[in-house]
């Protein structure tokens, strides 16, 4: 399948120090890819190449088959920044119709636009007394506009409730139902844990890592934690069966290597006459993220 975004061994440098170093990513048609990286990483960099904002040292950036920055790569890309900044005294109707005006389209669809953000009970009021997660929402409905084929993202739940984050969720899910490639940054790893595909990871302006997160599992071989709950009396022996195991959270929990998970499942498996309940832990988006971070000296 042809990649909405292809990028092949980006370089950029400023001042000499390198912002970006031999960087190669693709997001395909319908792909929610996540973004991930502490401040300084490179990440802004990237994103403002993609924009064509800013030109790249060396390497190749395609951009729905076109140049970043040209008519038509403009015509397809839509992108939301953390801090959306709008004019006060403007309605949110009459600023995303004026939005569409610039996109030469007709601006009697900005209601439904708002519509889909959840915007419509408050299109005519001045955006100047929206919250910051009302103000959000307008910038996403401004990167909803001309079905764009491509979504550049950048912490883009900034300031939005809980209700909210998990709207906008399945409104990213829906656009990429439909074919649209959406690349998003975001500090929220819990979030993008579980809402996309696949995850890059830079640090130091390198990408030191990329896949869907089972495949970043396998590759860090961060230790699985097993919870053990022990039924009555029973503690001292599923202790003296497995050697290792704490007392943790009211009951037993042990760590195994990921090539060990069945075996050391084998033997909890043995003592169930013993055991109430276990559960299976493995390691988390924010402990793949520390592992790629801290293997590159950051």
Request: charged share 20%.
């Amino acid at each position: 399948m042809t990649s909405t975004l292809t990028i092949s061994h980006l370089t950029k440098t400023f001042d000499g120090v390198a912002a970006l170093s031999d960087v190669s990513l693709r997001v395909a048609p319908g792909e929610r890819v996540a973004l991930l990286g502490h401040n300084g990483a490179g990440k802004s960099t990237l994103m403002k190449i993609i924009l064509g904002l800013i030109t790249p040292d060396s390497g190749d950036v395609s951009v729905c088959g076109a140049v970043p920055g040209r008519a038509a790569a403009r015509a397809q890309v839509a992108y939301l920044p953390e801090n959306a900044t709008f004019h006060p005294a403007l309605t949110g109707v009459e600023q995303v119709s004026h939005f569409m005006r610039l996109r030469n389209l007709n601006p009697s669809g900005a209601m439904a636009v708002l519509d889909r953000v959840g915007l419509a009970i408050a299109a005519k009021r001045r955006i100047g007394t929206y919250s910051k997660g009302m103000r959000q929402r307008v910038g996403l409905a401004q990167a909803l506009i001309g079905h764009p084929r491509l979504l550049v993202l950048d912490e883009p739940t900034s300031g939005l409730d809980p209700v909210s984050r998990r709207d906008f969720y399945e409104l990213l899910d829906a656009l990429a139902a439909d074919g649209a490639a959406i690349l998003l940054s975001s500090h929220a790893l819990t979030e993008v844990e579980a809402r996309t595909d696949r995850l890059l990871i830079l640090s130091g302006g390198q990408m030191v890592a990329e896949g869907t997160l089972p495949q970043l599992r396998r590759e860090a071989a961060l230790p699985v934690a097993m919870h053990v709950t022990a039924l009555n009396g029973y503690e001292p022996d599923i202790l003296a069966a497995l050697p290792g195991a704490i007392r943790v959270d009211g009951g037993l929990q042990l760590t195994c290597t990921q090539d060990s998970k069945l075996e050391t499942l084998a033997r909890i498996s043995a003592l169930q006459s013993k055991v109430a309940d276990f559960d299976v832990v493995p390691p988390s988006l924010e402990d793949i993220y520390s592992h790629f971070s801290r293997r590159d000296g950051q």
